[in-house]
């Protein structure tokens, strides 16, 4: 009897996994989760018309917080800057390098997938203000657009400052990352690297000149010494670089070991990217003479 009796609830077990079956077979096919569509904006269209889809880069400028550096408090981007830097970025870093290479497969191959625009800064303990960050050779995050409006937008040293001389260091970082730049590039200042350290042994330009370095930041690390050259160079007039390099201060010893690197990272992108910087640079500076005129706000 307690055989039979097993042997029920065995088979009465069997039946329920057997109706379950059934009731799951009979549910609807169609997921309750359905994907919302976010109807895109006139700047939306643009971001993809002029980025996306000729380049495959996607500009963030609403706040996304798993893009955005979570240790700092930031806030997003206006609206109205946004479209600014966007055609600021388009006018005065992508159009000349589509011009100097030739097309838009240079960029489309190497340029950062993600561009993301915050409104503030954020801030180190040390009180150093981080311009710009890029990520594993793909994304790039921008910062300060709560600054960006008419007046400014057509400040070129405000703008080199806190956008494109960054757009082309932390470019540079990705360029480097795909063909690593010579070895003795390195040899010439050896142990005058100084990491961390470089906003308190550096507190001029000229100090930081005279002992061989465009700039304080230049003296971090070999690589920001390479994108600091770089995004100095083609982002200045010869005049502006040259008064950098005889600021009062600065040392003949340190002017001819900037001028040795310089060569190397000129020579670097000539042998490696096909690019003239100093084509490059002529291009660049061109477009910063037409910012009176150029509209910063039509989408078009």
Request: charged share 20%; glycine share 4%.
């Given at each position: 009897?307690?055989?039979?009796t097993?042997i029920?609830?065995?088979?009465?077990s069997?039946g329920v996994?057997?109706?379950?079956?059934?009731k799951?077979d009979?549910?609807?096919s169609?997921?309750?989760?359905?994907?919302s569509?976010?109807?895109?904006?006139?700047l939306?269209?643009y971001l993809?018309?002029n980025?996306?889809?000729?380049?495959n880069?996607?500009?963030?400028?609403?706040?996304?917080d798993k893009?955005?550096?979570m240790?700092?408090?930031?806030?997003?981007?206006?609206?109205?800057a946004?479209i600014?830097?966007?055609k600021?970025?388009q006018?005065?870093?992508?159009?000349?390098?589509?011009e100097?290479t030739?097309?838009?497969?240079?960029?489309?191959?190497n340029?950062?997938?993600?561009?993301?625009f915050?409104?503030?800064?954020?801030?180190?303990t040390?009180g150093v203000?981080?311009?710009?960050t890029?990520?594993?050779?793909t994304?790039?995050?921008?910062?300060?657009l709560?600054a960006?409006?008419?007046t400014?937008g057509?400040d070129?040293?405000f703008?080199?400052?806190?956008f494109?001389?960054?757009?082309?260091h932390e470019?540079q970082?990705i360029?480097?990352?795909?063909k690593?730049?010579?070895?003795n590039?390195l040899e010439?200042?050896g142990r005058g690297?100084?990491?961390?350290e470089?906003n308190?042994?550096?507190?001029?330009?000229s100090a930081?000149v005279?002992?061989?370095?465009?700039?304080?930041y230049a003296?971090k690390?070999?690589?920001e010494?390479?994108a600091?050259?770089?995004?100095?160079?083609?982002t200045?007039?010869q005049a502006d670089w040259?008064?950098?390099l005889n600021s009062t201060?600065?040392?003949?010893?340190?002017?001819?070991i900037v001028?040795?690197?310089l060569?190397?990272?000129k020579?670097?992108?000539?042998?490696?990217?096909?690019?003239?910087?100093?084509?490059?640079?002529?291009n660049?500076?061109?477009?910063?003479?037409?910012l009176?005129?150029?509209?910063?706000t039509t989408?078009n």
């Amino acid at each position: 009897m307690k055989l039979n009796t097993r042997i029920f609830m065995l088979l009465a077990s069997c039946g329920v996994l057997l109706s379950a079956c059934n009731k799951e077979d009979k549910l609807d096919s169609k997921s309750v989760f359905v994907d919302s569509e976010i109807p895109k904006n006139a700047l939306d269209n643009y971001l993809y018309n002029n980025y996306t889809k000729p380049y495959n880069v996607e500009i963030l400028y609403k706040y996304v917080d798993k893009e955005s550096d979570m240790s700092f408090r930031l806030v997003p981007a206006p609206y109205e800057a946004s479209i600014r830097l966007a055609k600021l970025m388009q006018f005065l870093v992508i159009k000349p390098y589509d011009e100097v290479t030739g097309s838009q497969q240079f960029l489309r191959n190497n340029f950062p997938k993600i561009i993301t625009f915050t409104g503030s800064v954020p801030v180190q303990t040390n009180g150093v203000i981080i311009l710009g960050t890029a990520e594993a050779g793909t994304k790039v995050a921008l910062y300060n657009l709560l600054a960006l409006n008419e007046t400014s937008g057509k400040d070129r040293e405000f703008l080199n400052f806190y956008f494109f001389k960054t757009v082309h260091h932390e470019f540079q970082h990705i360029l480097n990352q795909n063909k690593p730049f010579p070895s003795n590039f390195l040899e010439i200042s050896g142990r005058g690297y100084v990491e961390d350290e470089w906003n308190t042994k550096y507190t001029s330009t000229s100090a930081a000149v005279a002992a061989g370095f465009i700039s304080p930041y230049a003296s971090k690390a070999h690589t920001e010494d390479f994108a600091e050259l770089y995004s100095f160079y083609v982002t200045r007039s010869q005049a502006d670089w040259d008064a950098i390099l005889n600021s009062t201060g600065s040392t003949a010893e340190g002017r001819a070991i900037v001028a040795s690197k310089l060569v190397i990272v000129k020579n670097y992108m000539k042998s490696e990217w096909g690019i003239d910087m100093d084509v490059l640079r002529s291009n660049i500076l061109a477009r910063y003479s037409q910012l009176s005129t150029f509209d910063q706000t039509t989408l078009n």
